[in-house]
């Protein structure tokens, strides 16, 4: 009896080691089975791990879009641009998200967005003006960047061809001709001798804007005062020195330009010094008449193409659009102003009489 005593106590501490063990590995069991057999433990993804989207959910486009300086037509061509990109299927703050940059019209800080656009690995760069649309091919080379409002691409180097661009780089242009304003100014001033033009020297497409300015000149008997710049502060200054050895001013699509354009119109109103430019939206802010495109328009063109390199259309398979029309700008009120008269003929061929 008192050896079965001295048993027992034991036999259950046996016991206890037994079901301790036994506990341990069940609990070890579930430990393994909640995680998938011998797998780790799970743990927090990285936010590349979540970029792909799971299945049902559409992917955000990252997009940049950059401008060299905001006026009236760039701002239109911006416009359109998210419009042609909505109405293709890509809508800011659904299925896109938009990272809008303005240079502010400094070639240093259309270099810095660019390159932060590249650190950024966006999907896409849309790049309104020449300047931009540089620096955005030069910092962009594994994403497309497609390209609005930029007057000559082959002479800004941005495409060896407008057919088949090669590359990464595609878009549209926004170039007149220079002959056919010409041909404007002269029916409004019928015996103009010297005609005055405000660029700015290190902007590619103003200067071979000047450039084919001046063959049409040459070919009219009309001689050519060029005036340029290399920095907006010096636009007003330029104007004034036009002042009283010209007929008219003109001004072709330079952004920089465009921007200042009410310190030129100051001027040339004082003087009264006739005003005609290359872009709708300056004659509605007082220049007297142009052969302009819709840059609204041209934006839309330039989302849907856009769209269409987003979809899989390769760029080599996206030639560079050039509007093909022109239309007629009258502004009857700078008409008044500037002492000039329109006929009605020209009246009745104008798209828009502004007043």
């Known amino acids: ?28 069991a579930c430990g393994a089975g909640s995680n998938g057999g011998s797998q780790p433990a799970a743990q927090p993804q990285t936010p590349s791990q979540t970029e792909t989207p799971a299945a049902g959910e559409t992917k955000t486009v990252k997009l940049g879009l950059t401008q060299f300086v905001e006026h009236p037509a760039l701002d239109s061509i911006r416009q359109g641009i998210l ?21 502010h019209a400094d070639m240093n800080n259309a270099v810095t967005i660019a390159q932060k656009y590249a650190g950024d690995h966006k999907d896409i ?10 620096a955005a091919a030069k910092a962009i080379t ?3 960047v497609v390209f609005s409002a930029v007057t000559d691409p082959l002479s800004a180097q941005l495409v060896s061809s407008l057919e088949k661009p090669e590359g990464n780089v595609t878009g549209t242009s926004d170039k007149v001709s ?24 290190s902007e590619v497409n103003a200067e071979v804007q000047v ?17 340029g710049t290399s920095q907006m502060s010096e636009i007003q200054i330029a104007a004034q020195g036009l002042v009283g050895k010209v007929d008219a001013i003109f001004i072709p699509i330079d952004n920089s330009v465009v921007s200042s354009f009410e310190a030129v119109l100051g001027a040339a109103e004082a003087n009264k010094v006739p005003v005609f430019a290359s872009d709708t939206d300056t004659v509605k802010r007082g220049a007297v008449a142009t052969y302009g495109i819709d840059y609204y328009k041209m934006g839309v063109q330039t989302g ?44 009745q061929q104008a798209k828009e009489l502004i007043k």
Do not use: H
């Not at 009896?1 to 590995?25: G, H, T, W, Y």
């Not at 450039?211 to 005036?227: P, R, S």
């Open 1 to 28: 009896m008192e050896q079965r005593l001295e048993e027992e106590p034991e036999m259950r501490r046996a016991s206890s080691f037994v079901m301790a063990a036994l506990l341990s590995l069940t609990l070890a």
């Open 304 to 347: 849907e193409m856009a769209a269409r390199v987003l979809k899989g259309q390769a760029v080599a398979e996206t030639p560079v659009e050039i509007s093909k029309t022109a239309d007629l700008y009258i502004n009857e009120s700078a008409v008044e102003k500037f002492g000039l008269t329109v006929t009605d003929a020209l009246k």
């Open 83 to 103: 419009d042609g990109l909505k109405e293709s299927g890509y809508e800011d703050g659904k299925n896109l998200a938009v990272d809008y940059q303005n240079a």
């Open 178 to 201: 220079m002959e056919q304003q010409l041909e404007l100014i002269k029916t409004f001033l019928p015996e103009l001798k010297k005609l005055g033009v405000i660029y700015t020297t």
């Open 142 to 144: 594994d994403k497309p």
């Open 125 to 134: 760069v849309i790049a309104i003006a020449t300047p931009s649309a540089q």
């Open 211 to 227: 450039q084919d300015l001046e063959e049409a000149t040459k070919k009219a008997g009309v001689e050519l005062v060029k005036a």
